[in-house]
């Protein structure tokens, strides 16, 4: 399980202003932000998901709101393969994704923080994919690390018709931290 570190704290920040109706905590580790989320009064319901059955037994023995529902799911598989999931429309996701690069692809990989070759493609799969569960007007917040490649991953929302904004970045040790407001042009 991913421990909430630098990068978690950064993005919980700005999730009080922006989560809003039913928010998705993808890769929710801890349940950080799904919990911070469900503070809010602007928020009906959470889903916190993550591919980590051990993350996900953690949220459950912790769980302090009962707006969440906790579920073992690899990205959007909850919603596309089980039924009674499968019409949810999210306004707000919420993603601290794995981001960083491994370019040699020797090491065992460690899903709670290689995010690909380059380091951005599993963003650009979550990204994709979210359309299709993203409410037309909702939005996300996504966190990333300089190392990502942050020019390939605005060209590859430019691309794709999305908008995005800096919301805020921090500087650690070797990189920045970046987090973006995206939403669908």
């Given at each position: 399980?991913?421990?909430?570190?630098?990068?978690?704290?950064l993005?919980?920040?700005?999730?009080?202003?922006?989560?809003?109706?039913?928010?998705?905590?993808?890769g929710?580790?801890?349940?950080?932000?799904a919990?911070e989320?469900?503070?809010?009064?602007k928020?009906?319901?959470?889903?916190?998901?993550?591919?980590?059955?051990?993350?996900?037994?953690?949220?459950?023995?912790?769980?302090k709101?009962?707006?969440?529902?906790y579920?073992?799911?690899?990205?959007?598989?909850?919603f596309?393969?089980?039924?009674r999931?499968?019409?949810?429309?999210?306004?707000?996701?919420?993603?601290?994704?794995?981001y960083?690069?491994?370019?040699?692809?020797?090491?065992?990989?460690d899903?709670?923080?290689?995010?690909?070759?380059?380091?951005?493609?599993?963003?650009?799969?979550f990204?994709?994919?979210?359309?299709?569960?993203?409410k037309?007007?909702?939005?996300?917040?996504?966190?990333f690390?300089s190392?990502?490649?942050?020019?390939?991953?605005?060209?590859?929302?430019?691309?794709?018709?999305?908008?995005?904004?800096?919301?805020?970045?921090?500087?650690?040790?070797?990189e920045d931290?970046?987090?973006?407001l995206?939403?669908k042009?």
């Amino acid at each position: 399980m991913y421990e909430p570190a630098e990068d978690s704290f950064l993005l919980k920040k700005h999730i009080s202003k922006y989560a809003k109706g039913i928010v998705l905590d993808m890769g929710t580790g801890s349940g950080i932000q799904a919990e911070e989320a469900a503070k809010s009064k602007k928020v009906v319901k959470v889903f916190g998901v993550d591919i980590n059955e051990d993350s996900i037994k953690y949220c459950i023995r912790n769980q302090k709101s009962k707006k969440i529902i906790y579920a073992q799911s690899d990205m959007f598989n909850l919603f596309r393969l089980v039924r009674r999931y499968s019409k949810i429309k999210f306004d707000t996701i919420i993603f601290n994704p794995p981001y960083l690069p491994d370019p040699e692809k020797e090491n065992v990989k460690d899903i709670a923080l290689d995010g690909g070759k380059n380091g951005y493609e599993l963003i650009t799969k979550f990204i994709n994919q979210s359309k299709y569960y993203l409410k037309p007007k909702g939005k996300i917040l996504l966190l990333f690390s300089s190392l990502t490649g942050k020019d390939q991953l605005d060209k590859f929302l430019t691309k794709n018709y999305w908008k995005y904004k800096e919301l805020d970045r921090q500087h650690i040790f070797f990189e920045d931290l970046i987090v973006y407001l995206i939403t669908k042009q």
